[in-house]
């Protein structure tokens, strides 16, 4: 497709379980970056992928947490003994541009629900 | 962390109205993003400035950046109900780093 494809759009989970969500960015986009956005909040980051290394994870809040992008294109982003306050959309984005903070390109999200 | 925060974070117009938003940020930048996302969507990129304009335009919109002041406006100028949405800038993160981080936005409802 054109855009950033992202999989699944909804996922509903109990507590504790393992989940997996994935995004499948532009073509040729080497930068890739995961967000997490909580209701009435903006966009909070989690981690930036250049090619297939995690450039930088600062915003992994706990390792429960981890992503990776192996081959350098799709990422898949792992959260293991999820909780309820994990509840939220995880929006993937990537863009063409490193270094010099370009435009992104999002996808529509990944909306999480940990009961 | 977040380095922007928008202001006011909610708007309420009538079709044909401007609307101004406004961006404060912390630390030096070397440019600024403003980005539209509609309810249950993903964000959509409008319009990117550099450290070293102070106007940008892009059809109905116009961006400004004050350095001096660390502050940007999005003025939305002959606001339609399509508008409705909310808008979010985005600054680098800072300390060498680019990523861009956002604020809480601004949610702007455009009434027909």
């Known amino acids: 497709g054109a855009g950033v494809s992202q999989t699944p759009s909804n996922k509903v989970t109990e507590k504790g379980k393992y989940v997996e969500l994935r995004c499948d960015p532009i073509s040729g986009h080497t930068a890739l970056y995961w967000y997490r956005q909580s209701l009435g909040q903006g966009p909070e980051f989690l981690i930036y992928?250049?090619?297939?290394?995690?450039?930088?994870d600062s915003g992994l809040p706990n390792d429960r947490f981890f992503a990776v992008r192996p081959e350098g294109s799709v990422s898949t982003l792992k959260i293991q003994r999820t909780e309820r306050g994990d509840s939220a959309v995880y929006l993937c984005?990537?863009?063409?541009?490193?270094?010099?903070?370009?435009?992104?390109?999002f996808g529509e999200g990944s909306r999480l629900t940990v009961l | 962390s977040q380095q922007g925060e928008e202001d006011p974070q909610a708007l309420s117009i009538q079709e044909g109205e401007n609307a101004t938003m406004n961006c404060s940020y912390k630390t030096s930048i070397n440019n600024l993003q403003w980005y539209r996302q509609n309810s249950g969507r993903g964000l959509v990129h409008l319009i990117l400035?550099?450290?070293?304009?102070r106007e940008k335009h892009s059809g109905r919109l116009r961006v400004t950046l004050d350095t001096s002041k660390k502050s940007s406006s999005l003025l939305i100028t002959a606001s339609r109900a399509a508008d409705t949405a909310s808008y979010f800038c985005?600054?680098?993160?800072?300390?060498?780093?680019?990523?861009?981080?956002f604020g809480r936005g601004t949610s702007l409802i455009v009434h027909p």
């Open positions: 985005a600054t680098p993160l800072g300390g060498g780093s680019y990523i861009p981080t």
């Open positions: 984005a990537s863009s063409s541009l490193t270094g010099v903070g370009g435009e992104l390109f």
């Open positions: 400035i550099r450290s070293n304009e």
């Open positions: 992928f250049q090619g297939t290394g995690a450039a930088d």
